[in-house]
Antibody, heavy 119, light 112 residues
């Protein structure tokens, strides 16, 4: 299993960014996926999750990002996305793309991509 | 939101000695399907976290058997029966029983 995030960078407050996560080594279309972030020197914070299309493709979000962030997937490209709008300085973090195991555990993590929100 | 509280927040252990980390949740983590979605993760410096234990006590593929998880309801424990140098880093408990998914604050393990 390999998960490779991209799209991070420096953005001004109020700006937008889209992260991508290229997946390989497993049947992506069957997988539930999640995003977790980690602010510099801090702990882990769950961002949101998307189910497989076979399970309805529903999304759930943390309160801190609901209405601003959108998780989507392109099963034809084995790619997960995180669209981030109206970014705030407190969104500065490394964003990890994660495969959710059938047991509910977060069983494979990408290396992460750094998002910095600053003027 | 379920609050996950870990103790201790840091621990220094001699190589070959045991280590134990406690994780308490503010509500029962028993899901309506009967499972308890409590996991343990380990993050080495500069690395992403990796899954150690899922559903309280199940070791993930490739995790050494010196790691074990136990507990029920709201009280959980991760034990390392003989600490090795590669075990340094931060350990997190995580609950996925109810949204939002939440993590403990992390416990930093160092070698004495």
């Amino acid at each position: 299993v390999q998960l490779v995030e991209s799209g991070g960078g420096l953005v001004e407050p109020g700006g937008s960014l889209r992260l991508s996560c290229a997946a390989s080594g497993f049947t992506f279309s069957n997988g539930w996926m999640t995003w977790v972030r980690q602010a510099p020197g801090k702990g882990l914070e769950w961002v949101g999750r998307i189910k497989s299309e076979a399970d309805g493709g529903a999304t759930d979000y943390a309160a801190a990002v609901k209405g601003r962030f959108t998780i989507s997937r392109d099963d034809s490209q084995d790619t997960l996305y995180l669209q981030m709008n109206t970014l705030k300085t407190e969104d500065t973090a490394v964003y990890y793309c994660i495969k959710v195991g059938s047991s509910g555990g977060f069983d494979f993590w990408g290396q992460g991509t750094l998002v910095r929100v600053s003027s | 939101e379920i609050v996950m509280t870990q103790t201790p927040l840091s621990s220094a252990v001699t190589l070959g000695q045991p280590a134990s980390i406690s994780c308490k949740s503010s509500q029962s983590l028993v899901h309506s399907d009967g499972n308890t979605y409590l996991s343990w993760l380990h993050q080495r410096p500069g690395q992403p976290p990796r899954l150690l234990i899922y559903k309280i006590s199940n070791r993930f593929s490739g995790v050494p058997d010196r790691f074990s998880g136990s507990g029920a309801g709201t009280d959980f424990t991760l034990k390392i029966n003989r600490v090795e140098a590669e075990d340094v880093g931060v350990y997190y408990c995580m609950q996925a029983t109810r949204f939002p998914i939440t993590f403990g604050q992390g416990t930093r393990l160092e070698i004495k």
